[in-house]
């Protein structure tokens, strides 16, 4: 890299460095350094910790992902509670009278929705369990993936077979 | 006082990192002056060095847990340095606007008009090394000339290889040599060399 270059250059330059360096180089100044000082103090009270927190982040992590694992595969899932249903109308209101004929020729609206209100239900009684008994089974796959390679006792040792 | 004076600065920054705001005082003390001295060269203003110099011992101050003994404390706290200067020039050229263009005038024959400011700016090496170097080219050869840093250290205040280093030095001084040829400080063998060069060179 030096080839084309005589040996003094390099000394000539250092020596033209050093020298115009040391030409006007600064002397100590309390009052600069109290100033800086000053500025540390306002700045920052306190050294923050950097490190430390990444180091602990990882960790904390793991053990909240762990705990949650945990909690979804030991609480199996129930169907939805759904609120209470509103009181479908048993009774119509009015004068008989009024409403005689169409009452006669087709039934009546309270029966029509009690009757499709009693078939809601039974479809959401069949299709709930099975739904949410494949929620189970993700959760408990899932339960597996995450502690076993952690080498941690697994809650259910089985996956349940449907 | 008497027993941290003794210490050396790698001991004196595990102090700090341990609370000691006594031991990082210290090291304030010992590393002003040459940080000073760099800046000041570094940047054009007096004012801005020691604004950069602050907020240099600032920044070592709030990351002053990031700090690892294998390196020397000169080297990081140069190192934080190097990084706010060149952090304070983009600001300060952002500021200046783009209508005035490149942050460093090209290096080419003077007008007339400056020739005087030509001549006596050559008298001063770091004037010149302003003004024709790049900003690690800067650092690196007052690193390496002035605070007689090795090579190794400088490639941590750089973030480069020890490669890359050579290669700036090599550039600097290739850089340096014509224009410090003219001056009164080069036998007439080197100026002699120079001209070789540049012929060669096709300048």
Redesign the interface.
């Known amino acids: 890299?030096?080839g084309?270059?005589?040996p003094?250059?390099?000394d000539?330059?250092?020596?033209?460095?050093?020298?115009?360096?040391l030409r006007d180089?600064?002397?100590?100044?309390d009052t600069?350094?109290a100033?800086?000082?000053d500025?540390?103090r306002v700045?920052?009270f306190?050294?923050?910790?950097?490190?430390?927190a990444r180091i602990w982040m990882l960790p904390v992590s793991i053990a909240a992902a762990v705990l949650v694992a945990t909690a979804v595969a030991f609480n199996p899932g129930e169907p939805t509670r759904r609120p209470p249903r509103a009181a479908l109308p048993t009774a119509t209101t009015g004068s008989p009278g009024a409403s005689g004929q169409f009452a006669l020729s087709a039934p009546p609206v309270s029966a029509a929705l009690a009757s499709w209100g009693r078939r809601e239900s039974a479809m959401e009684a069949d299709l709930g369990p099975a739904h949410w008994a494949g929620l189970d089974h993700d959760a408990r796959l899932a339960a597996r993936y995450i502690l076993e390679p952690l080498s941690l006792p697994s809650p259910s040792p089985k996956p349940s077979v449907r | 006082m008497t027993d941290l004076a003794s210490v050396t600065d790698e001991q004196l920054a595990r102090r700090a990192q341990g609370g000691c705001a006594r031991s990082f005082e210290l090291l304030v003390r010992r590393f002003q002056v040459p940080l000073l001295h760099f800046l000041s060269k570094r940047l054009r203003s007096p004012a801005d060095a020691e604004d950069v110099l602050q907020e240099t011992f600032v920044r070592a101050f709030q990351q002053i847990a990031r700090y690892r003994e294998r390196w020397r404390f000169s080297t990081w706290i140069f190192t934080i340095a190097h990084r706010t200067a060149v952090s304070h020039h983009r600001k300060r050229m952002s500021e200046a606007g783009r209508a005035r263009g490149s942050a460093r005038p090209e290096v080419s024959p003077p007008p007339p008009d400056r020739r005087m400011a030509e001549e006596e700016s050559r008298l001063r090496f770091w004037e010149l090394a302003r003004r024709v170097l790049t900003d690690e080219q800067f650092t690196a050869v007052w690193l390496y000339y002035v605070e007689e840093m090795p090579t190794r250290q400088i490639t941590r205040v750089l973030n480069c290889s020890w490669v890359s280093v050579k290669t700036t030095l090599y550039r600097a001084r290739r850089r340096l040599e014509p224009h410090l040829a003219r001056s009164e400080d080069y036998p007439a063998t080197f100026q002699l060399h120079c001209g070789l060069v540049a012929v060669r060179s096709g300048r």
């Not at chain 1, 306190?46 to 490190?51: A, K, L, Q, S, Y």
């Open positions: 890299m030096n084309e270059r005589p003094f250059v390099q000539r330059i250092a020596r033209a460095a050093r020298r115009d360096a180089a600064p002397v100590f100044c600069l350094h100033r800086v000082m500025a540390l700045a920052v306190r050294p923050r910790v950097v490190g430390s």
